[in-house]
């Protein structure tokens, strides 16, 4: 028989969005479990790239002081085609309060979010626990079904939160529909010694036709390579053998190639990202709401994956509380809370969704005359502060400025007080 579990709210997925999520109801007084499979954090991750926006929600949450040892601030972005830059930027040029993104490992951030979530009564965490099945009500999901190493548990909640990214099952199980639109190229990611002609502080993308790879620094004095290749082409590149892979760096970055040649000596030491996106017309059914990835997968594109799932967190726990705390059953002031949740986020989603497909087909030029006007229209960004401020605000300082303007509250839970306890997830 199943062992038994009741919380106001089951999360599914213990990554930035699900912990971030489960931290601010936690500190609301909500009964809050999540599910996560794994057993630590200790794992690779290719999301490392923490957008300014999201650095500043971390600063807001009493997160990134936790973390901030482990960062390493990039202050400038370079894109060059054919060798030659064609667009600059520096973020210390925009009057924000957090101007810089930065690269976070995710392991440290979510043993920090993990952390600061365990300390308060109404927070559990099912390590090495994975979602099988969800329970119903009728028409209306009620928890889930769990599978932990000495068996299954039943997770009654009035709210199951998918966040359990770009693949998520609990959007599968609960018949969501979506719309998966793959994109004309995968990604082969590994790490590499930084170049000593190079700064730790620069975010380069380098162009050669239709080939382009992304150079970002990471801690300690790494960077993080991606480079394209056609969809569903790995198996023809790993067929040619590593050197294949050291002839493309070459080509886009030869100060990199001598340390990817020593450190990158086999196809074990890269991993493989398809990119596509996923639209979902509607982010929640009755009893389930969608974040993240699950809701809106992205590109790797400026980092915007981790950014907009950190901040769906931010907008929907608020929300969820309230719809809690009133009398009688809260059922039809969540589906309430869920559609303001979606109402308020899809805009900015689609702007970022929107940037990131025009620069994928921009990437993916070839002939002579599409390649000159794709520099023509990155070099005349580059010479006017008006376009790049408008268009890197877009991606990069969306959630500040429109706090700033008063067109955004931000409403986070206060961390200087402890929640009321309400006798915690009850076994």
């Known amino acids: 028989m199943a062992a038994a579990v009741s919380a106001q709210v089951c999360v599914v997925g213990g990554g930035p969005a699900g912990l971030t999520l489960a931290l601010e109801l936690a500190r609301r007084g909500v009964e809050v479990v999540v599910v996560e499979q794994s057993a630590h954090f200790d794992r690779s991750f290719r999301g490392e790239s923490i957008s300014p926006d999201s650095v500043w929600l971390l600063k807001q949450l009493g997160i990134l002081g936790k973390v901030e040892d482990q960062t390493l601030v990039t202050r400038r972005m370079e894109i060059t085609d054919a060798g030659r830059t064609v667009l600059s930027a520096d973020f210390s040029r925009f009057d924000q309060p957090c101007p810089y993104p930065m690269e976070l490992p995710q392991p440290p951030l979510l043993d920090a979010l993990a952390e600061e979530a365990g300390a308060l009564p109404t927070f559990r965490m099912l390590r090495r626990a994975k979602a099988v099945r969800l329970l119903t009500e009728g028409t209306r999901v009620s928890g889930v079904v769990a599978q932990l190493p000495d068996g299954p548990v039943e997770i009654s909640a009035a709210l199951t939160v998918a966040a359990d990214g770009r693949f998520s099952k609990v959007r599968e199980m609960a018949g969501i529909d979506y719309t998966k639109i793959p994109l004309e190229r995968d990604f082969v990611w590994f790490k590499a010694p930084m170049p000593k002609e190079w700064d730790l502080h620069t975010y380069r993308v380098r162009i050669l036709g239709d080939r ?34 050291h002839a493309r760096i070459d080509a886009l970055a030869p100060q990199a190639g001598p340390g990817v040649r020593e450190h990158v000596t086999s196809w074990s030491d890269t991993s493989m990202l398809d990119i596509f996106t996923t639209v979902v017309p509607k982010w929640w059914r009755p009893g389930v709401a969608l974040i993240g990835d699950a809701a809106h997968t992205l590109t790797p594109v400026l980092g915007q994956g981790v950014n907009h799932a950190i901040i769906d967190a931010v907008t929907l726990a608020p929300l969820v509380a309230r719809a809690l705390k009133g009398g009688g059953a809260p059922d039809a002031r969540l589906d309430t809370a869920c559609t303001r949740f979606q109402s308020a986020r899809e805009a900015s989603v689609a702007t970022a969704r929107g940037l990131q497909l025009r620069q994928e087909k921009a990437f993916a030029l070839a002939s002579p005359v599409a390649v000159a006007l794709r520099r023509t229209a990155y070099r005349t960004v580059s010479a006017s502060d008006v376009l790049k401020r408008r268009i890197l605000s877009g991606v990069y300082y969306q959630l500040q400025q429109a706090v700033r303007d008063g067109r955004t509250r931000l409403d986070l839970a206060d961390r200087s007080a402890s929640p009321s306890p309400t006798g915690g997830p009850q076994s």
């Open 212 to 245: 382009h790879g992304l150079f970002i620094p990471t801690v300690p004095d790494l960077v993080r390579i991606g480079f394209n290749i056609p969809k569903g082409g790995l198996r023809e590149l790993r067929a040619q053998g590593i050197g294949a892979l």
